[in-house]
């Protein structure tokens, strides 16, 4: 390959330890710098704890599969692009993949060049989107600073107001449901819905209290929305 490679910061997240090392060496020998985790939650915990180029993620994985893990993490609002690897050349399975939230996926077994070359692709694709910013009309949030901007003037939101913001903006203007409200907040769809609306309050008013136009709604029963006056 002729193609500069850009050396990315890259977190596996697989659980066969021969396959993990195989994968671990081969990019760390192309310059990339590795994380490993062998199971789904300390992998999530991992993802969401540091920012990664590229995450990838086997789909069987113990303690929490890889869908669950590729949910969870887009639903904190995070944009990491996720080559899943899967051991089953199944249709469900990059379907189901792909609506958690999966960028690509390639199927056991593989050529390590292949995986190499797909890290590559991911990551300048994702340049090129550059998603560091999530807009609806007037509110800006800047996922990199974690700083939040209503028509320009900058506004004081929480560590967990701003996970509920970047969920909310990333879906704008649909709903998300009180399950997905949750799992952004506290990463488990279980809520307390007291504790929920609590969050939404204090997230409200650091949103909408100064502003004549509320952005957030509710939607009863359902959950909540961040939609701009315009798509209302
Ligand atoms: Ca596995």
């Known amino acids: 390959m002729s193609q500069p490679q850009a050396k990315l910061r ?6 066969q330890r021969a396959m993990a090392e195989n994968i671990w060496e081969f990019l760390e020998m192309q310059g990339q710098v590795m994380d490993h985790a062998g199971d789904g939650s300390s992998g999530l915990a991992l993802a969401l704890a540091n920012a990664y180029d590229v995450i990838v993620l086997d789909l069987g994985l113990p303690r ?26 199944r249709l469900e399975d990059k379907l189901l993949g792909f609506e958690a939230g999966a960028d690509d996926y390639l199927t056991k077994p593989f050529e390590l060049r292949e995986l190499a070359a797909r890290i590559q692709v991911l990551h ?17 949030l800047d996922l990199a600073s974690r700083s ?23 879906k704008t203007p649909n709903v998300l449901l009180y399950a997905d409200l949750a799992q952004a907040l506290w990463g488990d769809s279980d809520h307390d819905a007291a504790r929920l609306h609590t969050h939404v309050s204090l ?13 957030i709604q509710t939607v009863h029963g359902f959950g909540y929305r961040i939609a701009p006056p315009a798509a209302t």
């Open 203 to 215: 997230l409200r008013a650091a949103i909408d209290r100064d502003f004549e136009q509320p952005l």
């Open 124 to 140: 300048r694709r994702l340049q090129r989107l550059s998603p560091a910013l999530l807009r609806a009309g007037p509110l800006v």
């Open 64 to 89: 929490l599969d890889g869908i669950e893990v590729c949910r969870r993490y887009r639903a904190q609002g995070k944009t990491a692009p996720i080559l899943m690897l899967t051991a089953r050349d």
């Open 148 to 170: 939040v901007t209503r028509d320009g003037q900058p506004l004081t939101v929480s560590p967990a107001g701003l996970r509920l913001l970047a969920a909310l903006m990333a």
């Open 10 to 15: 890259v977190l596996l997240i697989e659980d």
